[in-house]
């Protein structure tokens, strides 16, 4: 009997809250380490850094990372000046950490779940923009309800990790995407909201609006992570095969990314 791999090492990323009385805090949603175990994997929390060298560096531990749901993105970073009436509270050291980290690993090609925020900070940097505020018509305060289904794409992958045409999903979200940039791809739908996009040149590249993390006793929702977890087993395995002749680097002004062929 051969001997099992190793668990993939998958970071996932922490959150910033302000507890009443206290300061800013950097603290983890236990379903998210919770569900990368359950799904297979070694899961890691990733420390809010400032230092862009030390961000670079921690890029080299994981073999996948789930970008996780939390606070609202600052609406600078697709190009919009904050509207007053949103409730945005923006984050700013958790928003450049993320955008680097992000971007370092969408480079390396280091397999990305993005779920919640993830998904919108993932459109943001793709050129994409959000509504700030969207209301809260199918918002619960129970995260493990499900309060609305999604219409999938049949030609998606998320549509082959799941296994059927329309899955049931919770809501914890007031905002939602408004436009996608050339990256992304709509793969999954509630009414005419977006709830999961993909990006075709990186196919190891998930996201979704709603928590599976939260739904882990449903196959369909479990799938999705265990589908993370398979694709970190395969870049562990390539990771030191060279990546093919694309390179996408951000556009400065806006994070957005375009395309340079050649090595």
Known sequence: MSARPPAPVIGYSLAQVTPPGRPLSDVQYAAYPAAIAVAGGLPQGIPILAEASLIQQALGLYDGIVFCGGSDLEPRMYGEAPDPGAGVRPMPRLDAMERQLMLGALRAGIPILAICRGMQL????????????????????????????????????????????????????????????????????????IEAVEVPVRPNVLAVQWHPEELMDNPAHRRILEAHITDALEYRQRRLVRQPNLRIVPVPERGGWHRRMGA
């Open 122 to 193: 993932l459109t943001a940097l793709l050129q994409g923009s959000l509504n700030q505020h969207a209301g809260y018509a199918h918002r619960s305060s129970d995260r493990a309800a499900v309060v609305h289904m999604v219409k999938l794409d049949p030609n998606s992958r998320l549509f082959r990790i799941i296994g059927k045409p329309t899955i049931g999903a919770n809501s914890v979200h007031h905002q939602t995407i408004k436009t996608l940039g050339p990256w992304l791809r709509a793969v999954g739908w509630a009414g005419t909201t």
